[in-house]
Nanobody
Framework: QVYVVESGGGLVQAGSSLRLACTAS????????MGWFRQAPGQGREFVAA??????IAKYADSVKGRFTISRDNAEISLQMNSLKPEDTAIYYC?????????????????WGQGTQVTVSS
């Protein structure tokens, strides 16, 4: 059985910082790519950031580059979010995939957490 569990969401003011964490449990997740997607109200799920197993390859959506940082320690990843904006308000989902290649399309990821709410007030 595979479990992906997120934590760390909350309500913050614009310009603040927040850190999300995620753990994937399973037989081989220490060497699989993992990442974060988000879904704002009334919108589809969009890519935020992803990282490979060793942590030396990371990809970011243009909308978060320079503000968000993804990091990894084995089967645990985190997302440090700085200079938050109201448009960052969404449910953030942690995800893990079979294989080591870092992808940006949600269809490439097999395992998903329940999501954690991030709300940024103006």
């Amino acid at each position: 059985q595979v479990y992906v569990v997120e934590s760390g969401g909350g309500l913050v003011q614009a310009g603040s910082s927040l850190r999300l964490a995620c753990t994937a449990s399973g037989p081989t997740f220490a060497r699989n790519a993992m990442g974060w997607f988000r879904q704002a109200p009334g919108q589809g799920r969009e890519f935020v950031a992803a990282i490979n197993w060793s942590g030396n390859i990371a990809k970011y959506a243009d909308s978060v580059k320079g503000r968000f940082t993804i990091s990894r320690d084995n089967a645990e990843i985190s997302l440090q979010m700085n200079s938050l904006k109201p448009e960052d308000t969404a449910i953030y989902y942690c995800t893990a995939k079979i294989g080591m290649v870092v992808e940006t399309d949600e269809s490439d990821y097999e395992y998903w957490g329940q999501g954690t709410q991030v709300t940024v007030s103006s």
